[in-house]
């Protein structure tokens, strides 16, 4: 451990649990990893607040693939990433893109987001509705990335006076996110034998409304870059190796 935190300029504190006792107590000990994997921990997050209360927990049962940390802060507090957003051009709405990480591994799990922000008295209809265009963020597959579901948020229910209906709704600013987990399939890692660029893609789709009428549907082409960087294959010194 003190071999891996010096190679990589580990400032912070390391646990050694060669027994495992640690993370049997924490209920996190894969019992059932193979090879070199076995006892150890599933890899996730505690959300420990300043009094010492878990919050909440975020483990994954692959132990190839990890959620990074930007990722979760985006998800428990979405307001801490604002303003830095690349717009993309779009009719009646402003829209901008967001992503959790720049840099990335195989295996990790990052989140890329639509911001939209509707001009006041204008609205889009959310997934869901029926008899009108609701929005649809539309991702291209790549044989980098695993798509999760994507997430929407909870739409508010708007009555339409005029024919006496009441449909679900999006106003103001709102976040369309995309889970996104990057390969960690033994051909793309040992194709990255240095740092390379990889582009994900997406449409759009949408009908913005306002209290008069309902505009043209539009559609935007969005795309996020990250950089993905090889896996560290250097082993510590043979006689402290793990065996």
Same mark, same amino acid.
């Given at each position: 451990?003190?071999?891996?935190?010096?190679?990589?300029?580990?400032?912070?504190?390391?646990?050694?649990?060669?027994?495992? =006792?640690?993370?049997?107590?924490?209920?996190?000990?894969?019992?059932?990893?193979?090879?070199?994997?076995?006892?150890? =921990?599933?890899?996730?997050?505690? $959300?420990?607040?300043?009094?010492?209360?878990?919050?909440?927990?975020?483990?994954? %049962?692959?132990?190839?693939?990890?959620?990074?940390?930007?990722?979760?802060?985006?998800?428990?507090?979405?307001?801490?990433?604002?303003?830095?957003?690349?717009?993309? %051009?779009?009719?009646?709405?402003?829209?901008?893109?967001?992503?959790?990480?720049?840099?990335?591994?195989?295996?990790?799990?990052?989140?890329?987001?639509?911001?939209?922000?509707?001009?006041?008295?204008?609205?889009? $209809? =959310?997934?869901?509705?029926?008899?009108?265009?609701?929005?649809?963020?539309?991702?291209?597959?790549?044989?980098?990335?695993?798509?999760?579901?994507?997430?929407?948020?909870?739409?508010?229910?708007?009555?339409?006076?005029?024919?006496?209906? %009441?449909?679900?709704?999006?106003?103001?600013?709102?976040?369309?996110?995309?889970?996104?987990?990057?390969?960690?399939?033994?051909?793309?890692?040992?194709?990255?034998?240095?740092?390379?660029?990889?582009?994900?893609?997406?449409?759009?789709? $949408?009908? =913005?409304?306002?209290?008069?009428?309902? $505009?043209?549907?539009?559609?935007?082409?969005?795309?996020?870059?990250?950089?993905?960087?090889?896996?560290?294959?250097?082993?510590?010194?043979?006689?402290?190796?793990?065996?």
């Amino acid at each position: 451990m003190e071999d891996f935190t010096q190679r990589h300029s580990i400032e912070y504190s390391l646990i050694a649990d060669p027994k495992s =006792a640690i993370i049997r107590r924490y209920g996190v000990l894969n019992a059932n990893a193979p090879g070199f994997t076995k006892n150890m =921990a599933y890899p996730g997050y505690f $959300y420990v607040t300043p009094n010492g209360i878990i919050k909440e927990k975020f483990f994954e %049962a692959v132990y190839t693939d990890r959620e990074t940390g930007t990722s979760l802060l985006l998800k428990l507090f979405p307001d801490l990433v604002e303003g830095n957003g690349r717009e993309v %051009a779009a009719p009646n709405i402003k829209l901008a893109l967001l992503q959790s990480d720049e840099i990335v591994g195989p295996g990790s799990r990052f989140t890329v987001a639509a911001e939209i922000s509707l001009p006041p008295g204008t609205h889009v $209809y =959310a997934p869901g509705v029926h008899g009108y265009k609701p929005i649809q963020l539309t991702m291209e597959p790549s044989p980098e990335f695993k798509l999760l579901p994507l997430r929407y948020p909870d739409p508010r229910v708007l009555f339409l006076p005029v024919i006496n209906e %009441a449909v679900p709704v999006y106003e103001g600013k709102f976040r369309v996110q995309q889970d996104v987990v990057v390969s960690a399939d033994r051909a793309f890692i040992g194709s990255i034998a240095q740092p390379k660029t990889v582009t994900l893609k997406g449409i759009f789709f $949408y009908q =913005a409304c306002d209290s008069v009428k309902c $505009y043209l549907p539009q559609k935007s082409e969005l795309s996020w870059d990250v950089r993905v960087i090889p896996l560290d294959r250097e082993r510590s010194p043979e006689p402290i190796q793990h065996k």
